[in-house]
């Protein structure tokens, strides 16, 4: 069965938008676990907009599954992941202005930066993960460059309107998944997904864990965060 991710950076947003201790995304994942999740997820932006660097840091010492780093493949980010050591760690694209990563990153434009960065994480012991277009050149470069995983950004299927533009949409993803596969890559997914549309990416099989941020702390909003996990798990094992 495929594993549930849980991205708790929308917990630290609501933090940052009073200045002030809560809703403390560390009790967050707390929760997230016990409630069922595989992983937790954050991301550690340039601009530091939600997740700080001490929440990263505590969440070091308090999750007791995986923990997942999202980050621009930069020296400083390169850094601190060294310094933390999360489990994995998944390179994003990552541009100030945006309000959400948007779409995935140009593996063969930067493919010697990339290999570098790969390079220095796994020599910190640090499994990592290439977020990406499901684009069969994409997947192929993402194996050039050494990366132990890539996570394909499920964005443009969660946006297509009308069954046929899914279908096609659902088509790359699964054979990107194939081809990642074949390759000897591992293959995580994420962006967009919801209580709606991630079972139709579920029952494609070949994707080790799904990661879901937006989606689940919306409902945790209206029904609590352990029930909006438990229910998101529930999905993805019944797809």
Same mark, same amino acid.
Do not use: W
């Given at each position: ?5 849980? &991205? =708790? ?16 995304p560390v009790?967050?994942? !707390?929760i997230?676990e016990?409630?069922? *999740?595989?992983?937790? /997820?954050?991301?550690l ?5 939600? =997740?700080q ?7 070091r010492?308090?999750v007791?599954?995986?923990? $997942?780093?999202e980050?621009a493949?930069?020296?400083?980010m390169?850094?601190i *992941?060294?310094?933390?050591?999360p ?7 990552e541009?100030r202005?945006?309000l959400?990563?948007?779409?995935g990153?140009?593996v063969?434009i930067?493919?010697?930066?990339? /290999?570098d960065? !790969?390079?220095k994480?796994?020599?910190?012991? =640090?499994?990592?993960?290439?977020? =990406?277009?499901p684009?069969p050149d994409?997947v192929?470069a ?15 299927f969660t ?6 533009k899914q ?8 054979n990107? !998944?194939?081809?990642?596969s074949k390759?000897?890559?591992?293959? &995580?997914a994420g962006h967009?997904?919801n209580?709606t $549309?991630?079972?139709?990416?579920a029952?494609?099989?070949?994707i080790?864990e799904f $990661? ?5 702390i919306?409902r945790? !909003?209206?029904?609590?965060?352990d029930? *909006?996990v ?8 019944y *797809?």
């Amino acid at each position: 069965m495929a594993r549930l991710g849980v &991205n =708790i950076d929308h917990v630290a947003t609501l933090r940052q938008a009073r200045g002030g201790m809560e809703p403390d995304p560390v009790a967050a994942a !707390v929760i997230a676990e016990l409630a069922g *999740a595989d992983g937790i /997820t954050v991301h550690l932006r340039e601009d530091r907009r939600h =997740i700080q660097d001490r929440d990263l840091k505590i969440l070091r010492h308090t999750v007791k599954t995986r923990l $997942n780093l999202e980050m621009a493949a930069t020296a400083e980010m390169v850094a601190i *992941a060294s310094s933390q050591k999360p489990e994995m760690c998944t390179l994003v694209p990552e541009k100030r202005q945006e309000l959400t990563t948007e779409g995935g990153l140009d593996v063969r434009i930067h493919q010697d930066a990339l /290999t570098d960065t !790969v390079d220095k994480l796994q020599e910190a012991g =640090i499994y990592v993960s290439l977020f =990406i277009d499901p684009d069969p050149d994409q997947v192929k470069a993402a194996s050039k460059v050494g990366a132990d995983y890539i996570e394909i950004h499920t964005g443009t299927f969660t946006e297509a309107r009308g069954f046929r533009k899914q279908e096609a949409e659902l088509l790359k993803i699964g054979n990107a !998944v194939k081809l990642a596969s074949k390759l000897g890559l591992g293959v &995580n997914a994420g962006h967009g997904l919801n209580y709606t $549309n991630i079972k139709m990416v579920a029952s494609l099989g070949g994707i080790e864990e799904f $990661n879901v941020g937006h989606a689940i702390i919306s409902r945790a !909003v209206l029904v609590g965060l352990d029930r *909006a996990v438990r229910e998101m798990v529930d999905l993805i094992k019944y *797809a």
